[in-house]
């Protein structure tokens, strides 16, 4: 299933409607179970809103690719965009010493939510293409893996 979205106003609406559908599918459904979809959407709509509220695209059209594969009884989920992307390493960095306040904020624990949320995740910047940027993030969710989506670390 794969599905391009290029208006940052709207991709975010348009991207659960797509979400609701693939919950629907008998496939996904039968072979991952309601849990496991509830953490396939949370992660893409996490990392949606994250391109929505913080991606610098600079003065390009907005160009985000979303494809998931469902492999036996794992799920891989690849999400591509055209934004000058960032540093995955220190920002899960601020967000673990987020964790040691005492008084927690409400946000910026989301990239700790899509890793404890998937059995592997990885974000880098693919070879540069001609005109502009292009970043990945892929994430890979099991069927046999168990979620452990209460204790960020």
């Known amino acids: 299933m794969q599905s391009r979205f290029t208006d940052l106003e709207t991709v975010v609406a348009e991207v659960h409607p797509l979400l609701d559908a693939w919950g629907r599918d008998a496939a996904f459904a039968f072979t991952l179970g309601e849990t496991r979809l509830h953490r396939i959407k949370l992660v893409i709509h996490e990392w949606i809103a994250n391109l929505v509220q913080h991606a610098d695209f600079e003065a390009r059209t ?14 891989h989920c690849v999400i591509e965009d055209n934004s000058n992307g960032f540093d995955f390493g220190q920002q899960i960095t601020v967000q673990r010493a987020k964790l040691e306040d005492e008084v927690m904020a409400e946000r910026g624990r989301g990239l700790l939510i899509m890793l404890n949320g998937t059995d592997d995740l990885r974000y880098f910047p693919l070879p540069a293409a001609a005109s502009e940027p292009r970043q990945r993030l892929e994430f890979w969710i099991s069927a046999t893996s ?8």
């Open 62 to 75: 907005p160009l985000i690719d979303l494809s998931l594969t469902l492999n036996a009884q794992d799920v």
């Open 146 to 153: 168990t979620p452990c989506l209460d204790t960020p670390s």
